[in-house]
Every structure is written in C-alpha cells, then in structure tokens.
C-alpha cells in the first residue's frame, strides 16, 4: 500500500524547535521531490519547504526560510522538516506530499495541489505559550 505518514506534530511554546518525520511506505521516496505544506482552517493550504529529487536543492516559502530545514535520510525513506524559532503564526496542520515529476517547485512557488500524487494524513502544530 502506497502511503505517506507524518509524525512529530506538538504543543510548542513560542521560540521552541520541532521535528516533524513524513515516512514513505509502497514507494522509494528517492524517486520524488517531497513538499511539505500546512493548513489553518478556514485557509487556503500554503506551501512551505521542497526537497527536489533530482539533486537535493531545496526551497522555503518567505514565512519560513531562515527556521525551517527539509532534508532527506535515504535509508529511512523519510523527509524531515526542521522546525526552529517557531511562533504562533506557525500554527496549522502540517502535509507532505510527493511529487514524481520532479521539477519541485516553480518561480516562487511550490506547485500546485493537484500536482502532487500523495499526500500524507497531517499532523497538528500548535505553537502556544
């Protein structure tokens, strides 16, 4: 069964760090770019972080670069989101989702929803003093 999982979702008080894991099962993670994006209600899902397969370059939407870190462990079959300095404004539901074009990202933007094959469950950040 083809899938993604998230996992490390939290209570975190503001300035505090997180780690959240997206594990592929069914498929071989080293084949896709994987994108990280979150979700408040009532809002449109924003993307956050892209690691491309094709050479491991990474992108980070403006509201998180300098925080968040995406990596990759191949023997794992995981991608990482590296969270620090988190505020209240990084409060949502955080997705991964695969990609097997591979282009992993446009001018400023990750790619569409739609373009992406899977998507994991979500896991919940609340980052709250």
Not at 77 to 103: I, R, W
Not at 118 to 123: D, F, L, P, R, S
């Amino acid at each position: 069964q083809v899938q993604l999982m998230e996992s490390g979702g939290a209570l975190v008080q503001p300035g505090g760090s997180l780690r959240l894991s997206c594990v592929a099962s069914g498929f071989n993670l080293d084949y896709y770019s994987i994108a990280w994006f979150r979700q408040v209600p009532g809002k449109e899902r924003e993307g956050v972080a892209c690691i491309r397969k094709s050479d491991g370059k990474t992108y980070y939407a403006d509201s998180v670069k300098g925080r968040f870190t995406i990596s990759r462990d191949v023997g794992k079959n995981t991608v990482f989101l590296q969270m620090e300095h988190l505020k209240p404004e990084d409060t949502a539901v955080y997705y991964c989702a695969s990609d097997s074009n591979g282009s992993g990202w446009y001018p400023g933007r990750l790619l569409s929803e739609h373009e992406y094959e899977y998507w994991g469950q979500g896991t919940q950040v609340t980052v709250s003093s």
